[in-house]
C-alpha cells in the first residue's frame, strides 16, 4: 500500500460540477448562504445541502451560524490556493466555462483571491516588494526583510500582530490568469484590507472583481509599481 497523501478524494470533491461552482462562487472570500450557491451550482436547495455537507465532511468548507441563517466559506488560503492552482491548469488548456469579454478583461487585472490581491496587479505588487528587497524569495518560500518591516509599518500595517496569527505571514499563491504568483497570506490579506481603507479600490459585491479608482492607481503605482 503507498504512503502519503491521497488526492483523490479531494479531487473527487472539487470535480463534481456542481460542487466545482460553488467553490469557484467563495474563492472571492465571501460567506455565501446554500440558497445563493444553489443558483451558482445551477441546483436545487436540496441538492446543494447534499454538496454542501460532502465539502464541509472533506474539510474544503466550513459553516457558521448567524441568526436563523447559516454561512459557508472556505475552510482556509489553502483551499483557495489550491483552487487558484487548478483555475490556471484550466485556463492554460482551455477548459473555460465563458467565453472572453469586459468582465474577463477585470479579472485579469485585479480580483480577490479568498482574501488577497490577484491577477495583473497582485502579481505586480508581489513582484515590487521582492525587487525593492522588502520581501526575500528562497525557491518555494518568501520572507519578510527586515527592511519590509520598517516600509510596512510606515504603510500602517502591523506586522507583530499579523507575524503572532497562526497562518503563514507570507505565501506564494499561483496566479491562474498571469500563471505566475501574487502574494498570500497574513500579509496579502492585510494589503489588500489597507488599499480598501485607504479607497484605493472598490468591490462588486457580485463578483471577486476589485476596482482600483483613479487616486488608488496612482497611490499603488507609487509605492508599488
Known amino acids: 500500500m503507498k504512503e ?25 472570500g465571501m ?28 474539510g474544503l468548507i466550513e459553516v457558521s451560524k448567524a441568526g436563523r441563517h447559516r454561512y459557508f466559506r472556505l475552510a482556509n488560503d489553502d483551499v483557495a490556493a489550491m483552487l487558484e492552482a487548478i483555475m490556471g491548469v ?36 508581489l513582484d515590487n516588494l521582492v525587487k525593492t528587497r522588502h520581501l526575500a524569495r528562497n525557491g518555494d518560500s518568501i520572507k519578510l526583510t527586515r527592511r519590509g518591516e520598517s516600509f510596512l509599518q510606515d504603510f500602517c500595517i502591523d506586522i507583530h500582530s499579523l507575524a503572532s496569527a497562526r497562518r503563514p505571514l507570507c505565501k506564494p499563491c499561483l496566479d491562474w490568469s498571469m500563471r505566475r504568483e501574487h502574494l ?13 481603507e485607504l479607497k484605493w479600490i472598490d468591490r462588486d459585491g457580485s463578483s471577486r472583481v476589485v476596482r482600483f479608482t483613479r487616486s488608488g492607481e496612482a497611490g499603488f503605482g507609487r509605492m508599488f509599481a
Open 90 to 125: 484550466a485556463a492554460r488548456t482551455g477548459q473555460m466555462r465563458t467565453r472572453p469579454g469586459p468582465r474577463d478583461s477585470a479579472m485579469r487585472k485585479a480580483r480577490v483571491c479568498y482574501d488577497h490581491l490577484a491577477g495583473e496587479m497582485g502579481v505586480l505588487l
Open 184 to 196: 498570500g497570506g497574513a500579509l496579502g490579506a492585510a494589503l489588500l484590507e489597507r488599499f480598501h
Open 4 to 28: 502519503g497523501p491521497s488526492i483523490a478524494p479531494i479531487a473527487a470533491l472539487a470535480g463534481d460540477p456542481g460542487r466545482a461552482n460553488m467553490l469557484a462562487a467563495l474563492v472571492s
Open 31 to 58: 460567506a455565501l448562504t446554500a440558497s445563493e450557491l444553489a443558483a451558482e451550482a445551477g441546483v436545487t436547495l436540496q441538492t446543494a445541502s447534499s454538496h454542501l455537507a460532502k465539502l464541509e465532511g472533506g
